[in-house]
């Protein structure tokens, strides 16, 4: 079962990698944005992990939505709300539940990408984010769906959103700030298509290592 | 008021906007700005909290509009929204267009008054201004105005048109009021007539539909309280709008041929009586000025637009004032004239017009506005219809007070020096309002019928007045000296002496009667059987009270003070009260003054005293509970009514009482500033007595403890009725069950009679009932000590008591607090009327 301090280990190893990718995310957003990714998902991880407790008996609901109010109020680019809404409407998909399933798991990441969908009305194609964070969380649902246990599963979804976030390279951006480079947008990768990957691959990473 | 909100990803970039509208508007708009966000490596971007208290604190239901730059300002923007609360967030738009020109374009229609629907029509269609400035042409407009008329969601209705003079100026206000209630786009199209889709907001567009007794419309509404808005104007019109028109207003089609027509002596001229009574005196002959105006090319249509919409603002709140100082002397459907002419300064089409002309011919505002409103009559003219033609002269007059506030040029107001007959070619209504009835004898009026305001207004004042007269009124000389015979329409030149005589002792004899009236008024009123009460007035002003005293009123029983605190900036000064309850007391001599203390709440909201909206004003902050928050303000209240009370004859009323320590807490006050006073050396009266008015069910049912705090009780029936059922007064849904002869009511009036009689104390009442007719036997037999009302129906209830027996009140009383339901007290009334 997953746990709170399960959840906890994924919030604090998304911020990781952030942190360790911070340039790297602010290089692709220079290309086809204005040089912030980076350093706007960090700033919000960064609070995040300063508001973040470690206290056992709190609900694992409650710390996503910590999580979301934390990155709405200090990303400062279009990152924030929706990343924002993302671990809101998964936080609302497990309530107050202190162990998460298997499937538990996958209906929080699912809810969190529809609220995410709906607050950027994108689609798939249009170089955003749900780009690599949508074939991720399908690739996890089919894989549990075929019996495998949740560690594979999640193998599947990073390898699916890593394809994805690769497959934003040709891609022209419809939404977000890089839609104003149109044909110019093609040929770099999307920044917020690979920030979706770290979280999901710190997810991974939680039962990988752990 | 409407707010806007800014939101940007750059600080200066929000500011900036903000800077620019502020100049447009003189820093009346709420705008809130969000932009920028505070972090150490970039102050670029946008903050969801910040949004949220951006809108958070400039929020009225009014409705906030909120203007985004791009990208993330729109999603945090929706985030920010996502925590507002449902029946806030149906408040909160957000709209498409450019920064900058939106942001300005809202600002100056908030500014000028609009409604949210048409600030973000204007808002979207700002762009259209420089489009046209660029030449390029534009096509929003006819897209969207043609598209709006045949949404999908439109619903439909056809009806007749029953009321008898179909859709004139009053019952058009009253249609174009309840369509501007409704946020969907509503059409209306004469099917009589075969005339277009018409916008339902716009009077003048209602006007020039023509829609006249037994007309088919059409009306179409789209939006999401389609619905809604087709049930509301459908039911105004099948109450043939409420109108209980007065019979004169029948006789106006048959008028013409009804015009006197006397023997036609040189000397005499024939108009149509419109007010009756005779008058005797010099003339006076008013030309109004009406200022050329001069158009000229004026580089800024901006600066003119501004200027323009400023000047609306002004002539809204001079009527208002107008409006406000009438209507204790004209009763309330004349005053609804005003209504009138502030919708026809709300109105888009008028508006819209200046503004297009303005822009598009870079002329000076008011040239703009006098071509605008030329169109507007030339369109009534082409309807070839009396009644609508007979409107032009409320486009006139405001528009000349449009163009007065615009050139700065005063009108001129018809005041002669010495009393006399004045004589004018058409007076307008707001000239009308103005009227001195100690300098004006009568009125004569070259143009006008029984309708014309002025008319309306000549009657309620009792101005003897001939209208209609005709180009002859050039006949009289200034220098004659008139007969004015107001109930035939007669005017008699330079009469001769047996004239004279004749028309003299005419006059006299009125004079004489009418004194009869007032003196049977003044004289105590008892019943049948010798019970006799006080019958006293619920006044707002000095002119009020110097009514209630021509009526017959033993003192006043209710000052609304309130009305000293609105329309003005600040608060009235301690001297500034002072001198009016001191006028007021002095006017009254021994007779009682009863100063109800500030009863002010969410409902009747003052700018400067930083109430705000609330969801439920009535449960809300006000009356006594505001007075014990602000005590500043209470005590200032209090000082200058304490003053006041030296040597005269002042009690102080609390409205909305509630509970006993609130009465304890507003003594405790009252008792400080005594002391503060004493302090200082100033007089007043130590013994000033003290009431609680009892308009709470709480208070009913506390009532024996309470008057223990107090010397007198006060019922205030308008809210205790619809607070003892629960029933919005003013939601029309229920305003059925607010009736105060519901049983309820009744035994709640008893209980408080009750306890004040137990305890040796007066109870009043200063509710409407009190001056109802219908409810002066049941209240007689209840026990009501005092009757508050309204001083023109003074006289009239005074004739009623004379005819009741007190002996029968009570029998009657009996029988209604049996009574399980008001349709059982009205049998049981109506039984009592049989006898
Ligand atoms: N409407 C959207 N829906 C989904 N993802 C979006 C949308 N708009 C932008 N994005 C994602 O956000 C990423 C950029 O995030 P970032 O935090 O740099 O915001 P930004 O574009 O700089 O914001 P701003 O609008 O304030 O300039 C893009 O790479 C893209 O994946
Ligand atoms: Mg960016």
Redo the contacts with the bound molecule.
Sequence with gaps: MFTYKDTLTWIRLTAQYIEENKDYLTDL?RAI??A??GS?MDRGFKKVMKRITTCEDEDIGSMLNMVGMALISS?G???GP?YGTFYLQAAKAINSKKELSPEDIAALLEAGTEG?IKR???NPGDK???DSLQPGVEALKKSLRDGNDITAAMQDAVQSAEEGMRHTIPLVAK????SYLGERSAGHQ????TSAFYILKALRDVFVSG | MIGIVIVS?SKNLGEGVRELAMQMTHEKVPIAVAAGIDTPDTSL??DTSQIFQAIESIYSDDGVIVFMD???AI?STETAIDFFPPHQKENIYLCEAPLVEGVLTAAVQVAGGSNIDDVLYEARNALRAKASQLGIEDTTKKDSETKSIFKESTQEIVLPVRNRLGLHARPAAKFVSTANKFSSEIFVKNLSKNTDFVNAKSINQIITLGIRHGNKIMIASSGIDAGDSILALKKLIESNFDEEEPEFISLTLKEEEERMTPERRADTLSGIPVSPGIAIGPVYIYRPHIPDIPEYVAPSPDTEMTRFLHAIDEVKNDIERIRQNSSTSMDRYDASIFEAHLLYLNDPALIERTRDIIFKEAINAEAAWQSAIREMIISYKSLGDQLVRDREVDLLDISSQVISRLTGIRRRHPEPENAAILVVGELNPSEAAQLKKDKILALCSEKGNKTSHSAIMARSIGLPAVFGIGEDIDKIDENSTLIVDGNQGIIIMDPDAVTLARYRDLRDKEIQEKQETISRAFQKASTIDGASVSVVANVANITDIKTALENGANGVGLFRTEYLYMNRLSLPSEEEQYKIYKEAADLLGDRLLTLRTLDIGGDKPIPYLNIKKEPNPFLGWRGLRYCLDEIGIFKTQLRAILRASHERNVQIMFPMVATVPEVRAAKAILVEVMKELSQAGISFNRDIKIGAMIEIPSAVVMGPHLIKEVDFFSLGTNDLTQYVLAADRSNTNVVALCDPFDPAVLMMIRDTIAAAHAAGKMAGMCGEMAGDLRALPILLGLGLDEFSMIPTVISEWKEKLRQTSLRKAKELAEQVLQCISVEEVKSKYADYLKE
């Excluded at chain 1, 939404?175 to 890089?178: L, V």
């Excluded at chain 1, 999307?190 to 298509?193: E, H, I, L, N, R």
């Design positions: 957003d944005g204005d912030d990714h706007n990303v680019g279009a990152a929706l995410l950027g009305k994108t955003t984010i749900i939404k977000g700030r890089a999307d920044p917020g298509a | 990803h971007g946008t791009l990208g993330s999603l």
